[in-house]
T-cell receptor, first 114, second 111 residues
Framework: ETGVTQTPRHLVMGMTNKKSLKCEQH?????MYWYKQSAKKPLELMFV???????ENNSVPSRFSPECPNSSHLFLHLHTLQPEDSALYLC?????????????FGQGTRLTVV | GQQLNQSPQSMFIQEGEDVSMNCTSS?????WLWYKQDPGEGPVLLIA?????ELTSNGRLTAQFGITRKDSFLNISASIPSDVGIYFC???????????FGTGTQLKVEL
């Protein structure tokens, strides 16, 4: 139990589908993150939300649309994805303030685009 | 942007052996975090380091924050089969929330 829960664990979608990934944290954190993990590559930071405001968007294509309705929930809305978007999508959370902030990860959603 | 070089990329060791892996950066980091990831799971935090020279242990794991602030290492003593997985270093430069991750060291343990 990491305190960060992601659903679904696995998702297969067609290129014309619209789906959403959900993340929920029970750690009282104020910052939440989406990372993409592809084979043989470092984790790529996609989005950062701090106090429910987006503070970082690392040149992610618009077919990925994040939403943070409150400090405990984070969504990643997907539409018209490409096969190369298949990857493990990881959500993480951390305390907002100070240098001594550690990120805690969810179990990830394994996404396959067909 | 910051880059982290992690080595070795993979290790195949005998049960009971000690393991050492390290991470170097092209710039100064203020925080080093070591994670382990099992197949199909998210990374789990093992050790966090916040001061240059800091040496911290967590059971059989020991990690150090390099004096130059550009490197860190992780040691695992007396490895066991459940140590199998991918170990990631990550670091934070400055006061922001952004963590940079290494490419990982895949550890395989032979019985």
């Amino acid at each position: 139990e990491t305190g960060v829960t992601q659903t679904p664990r696995h998702l297969v979608m067609g290129m014309t589908n619209k789906k959403s990934l959900k993340c929920e944290q029970h750690l009282g954190h104020n910052a939440m993150y989406w990372y993409k993990q592809s084979a043989k590559k470092p984790l790529e930071l996609m989005f950062v939300y701090s106090l429910e405001e987006r503070v970082e968007n690392n040149s992610v294509p618009s077919r990925f649309s994040p939403e943070c309705p409150n400090s405990s929930h984070l969504f990643l809305h997907l539409h018209t994805l490409q096969p190369e978007d298949s990857a493990l999508y990881l959500c993480a959370s951390s305390r907002e303030t100070g240098l001594n902030t550690e990120a805690f990860f969810g179990q990830g959603t394994r996404l396959t685009v067909v | 942007g910051q880059q982290l070089n992690q080595s070795p990329q993979s290790m195949f060791i005998q049960e009971g052996e000690d393991v050492s892996m390290n991470c170097t950066s092209s710039s100064i980091f203020n925080t080093w975090l070591w994670y382990k990831q099992d197949p199909g799971e998210g990374p789990v935090l093992l050790i966090a380091l916040y001061k240059a020279g800091e040496l911290t242990s967590n059971g059989r794991l020991t990690a150090q924050f390099g004096i130059t602030r550009k490197d860190s290492f992780l040691n695992i003593s007396a490895s066991i089969p459940s140590d199998v997985g991918i170990y990631f270093c990550s670091g934070r430069a400055g006061g922001g929330n952004k963590l940079t991750f290494g490419t990982g060291t895949q550890l395989k343990v032979e019985l």
